[in-house]
């Protein structure tokens, strides 16, 4: 079965400390997606990133940095120099290459409070 | 261009009433998902239309109905409300692209927030 743990409840640093989010993740498929869903107080998620399962290159975007590995099947997260707007919860979630496009499999969500 | 849409944000019912909450997908979307989130169970998928159909269903009671209009609207309903029900329904759209290439990326609305008492 598919699941998506995030272990971390609740993360408190202070400003400009890196910080990182665990995502460990399980499915039987070869072909899956894995996302990264920022959300704010507002309470929208907004869409950090997606990878697809053959493709474990690294990516940095700016602050952000995702570190997808398959040997232990984490999709982890850092945010470097955080910053007070980083404040939100991050959701990680898996869809698998044959169900339904609209249909992720989320984490519970690590709570990330920056204080200035 | 306009983002996801959702009507009303906040509502409060009673127990054994029914609801109905709107989603306005972006523009263009012709996919819309709906996700129920509860601080107990988190996110969960409730179901995703295309084309006016229902192409999946999450494991929630028939209580829990949904459909999509012509132009990828869409609304869905609670019947007979629970205590349980009190949660924010989350709509979500994404483009669907033929054959097997899959955009993967999920926009959502801010949310429809349901008290039942």
């Known amino acids: 079965a598919q699941k998506v743990t995030q272990a971390q409840t609740e993360i408190s640093v202070v400003e400009k400390e890196d910080v990182t989010l665990d995502c460990v993740y399980e499915t039987r498929d070869t072909t899956y997606y894995l996302f990264w869903y920022k959300q704010p107080p507002s309470g929208e998620l907004v869409f950090l990133i997606r990878r697809n399962s053959f493709d474990e290159q690294n990516e940095i975007s700016g602050r952000y940095s995702w570190n997808f590995q398959k040997s232990t099947s984490s999709f982890n997260f850092t945010i470097t120099a955080s910053q007070v707007v980083d404040s939100a919860v991050y959701f990680c979630?898996?869809?698998?290459?044959?169900?339904?496009?609209?249909?992720?499999?989320f984490g519970k969500g690590t709570k990330l409070s920056v204080k200035p | 261009k306009a983002g996801v849409t959702q009507t009303p944000r906040y509502l409060i019912k009673t127990r054994g009433q029914q609801v109905t909450l709107s989603c306005s997908p972006i523009?263009?979307?012709?996919?819309v998902s709906w996700y129920q989130q509860t601080p107990g169970q988190g996110l969960q998928f409730l179901f995703e239309?295309?084309?006016?159909?229902?192409?999946n269903k999450g494991n929630f009671p028939g209580r829990f109905s949904g459909r999509q209009f012509s132009n990828s609207r869409s609304e869905m309903n609670v019947s007979t409300l629970e205590l349980g029900d009190s949660a924010l329904y989350l709509c979500?759209?994404?483009?669907?692209?033929?054959?097997?290439?899959?955009?993967?990326?999920?926009?959502f609305g801010e949310g429809s927030r349901l008290t039942v008492l």
């Open positions: 979500a759209s994404s483009e669907r692209l033929a054959g097997a290439t899959r955009t993967g990326e999920l926009f």
């Open positions: 239309y295309f084309s006016e159909t229902q192409r």
């Open positions: 979630a898996l869809s698998e290459q044959w169900g339904s496009q609209g249909n992720l499999i």
């Open positions: 523009s263009g979307h012709r996919s």
